[in-house]
């Protein structure tokens, strides 16, 4: 049996009548839709009891497909999730083929990057967008989804976005997407 996940990793995505997060859409992109709902919460750590709606956990971790001169890149670039202006924002979540896990990490990484150039992608929309990635798949495998994406950015971003999200599904790594959702929000200021 494995231990917990450190509770400042873990993040839990809760869709229900009630939350931080007004959901204006939640629709399929790749296979099964998560159903409707008209609010979601993000919520760190141990949840004391079960939520009422649709839960899907993640944690953070370190990132795994990167260089160093990437990372340093990212790190230099990016701002943090919360920003005042940021009134948007996209919960992706998204679970690979068994042929995705089935390859190395050097082969996953050259399909993220050399191929997909995942990386460099993200990288032209920083710092206005910004972003988190959950993994799904090291607390177990009843998680649904591999991974789960939030990004966060301001309503003069909306079209910057959805290039983004539109390069990325155009890549050689969405041929390993066989489930992904698509859930839009706004924060009311």
């Given at each position: 049996?494995?231990?917990?996940?450190?509770?400042?990793?873990?993040?839990?995505?809760?869709g229900?009548?009630?939350g931080?997060?007004?959901?204006?859409r939640?629709?399929p992109?790749?296979?099964?839709t998560?159903?409707?709902?008209?609010?979601?919460?993000?919520?760190?750590g141990?949840l004391?009891?079960?939520?009422?709606?649709?839960h899907?956990?993640?944690?953070?971790?370190?990132?795994?497909y990167?260089?160093?001169?990437?990372?340093?890149?990212l790190?230099?670039r990016?701002?943090?999730?919360?920003?005042?202006?940021s009134?948007?924002?996209a919960?992706?979540?998204?679970?690979k083929s068994?042929?995705?896990?089935?390859?190395?990490?050097?082969?996953?990484?050259d399909v993220?990057?050399?191929?997909?150039?995942?990386?460099?992608?993200?990288?032209?929309?920083?710092?206005?967008?910004?972003?988190?990635l959950?993994?799904?798949?090291?607390?177990g495998?009843?998680?649904?989804?591999?991974?789960?994406?939030?990004?966060?950015y301001?309503?003069?971003?909306?079209?910057?976005f959805?290039?983004l999200?539109?390069?990325?599904?155009?890549?050689?790594?969405?041929?390993?997407?066989?489930?992904?959702?698509?859930?839009r929000m706004?924060?009311e200021?």
């Amino acid at each position: 049996m494995s231990a917990p996940p450190p509770a400042d990793r873990l993040f839990n995505f809760i869709g229900a009548d009630i939350g931080n997060w007004r959901v204006i859409r939640v629709a399929p992109v790749v296979g099964e839709t998560l159903p409707a709902v008209p609010c979601l919460s993000m919520v760190g750590g141990t949840l004391s009891a079960p939520p009422q709606g649709w839960h899907l956990r993640g944690i953070t971790s370190n990132e795994r497909y990167v260089t160093r001169p990437e990372k340093t890149e990212l790190v230099a670039r990016q701002e943090g999730l919360g920003r005042t202006g940021s009134t948007h924002a996209a919960l992706i979540p998204i679970r690979k083929s068994a042929a995705w896990w089935a390859m190395t990490q050097d082969e996953r990484r050259d399909v993220l990057e050399a191929q997909s150039q995942h990386i460099r992608i993200g990288l032209r929309y920083l710092p206005a967008i910004a972003r988190r990635l959950h993994h799904c798949r090291d607390l177990g495998t009843s998680e649904p989804f591999d991974f789960l994406t939030w990004f966060e950015y301001s309503a003069q971003d909306l079209a910057a976005f959805e290039e983004l999200v539109a390069a990325l599904r155009a890549s050689p790594e969405w041929n390993y997407v066989e489930r992904e959702v698509d859930v839009r929000m706004v924060r009311e200021v």
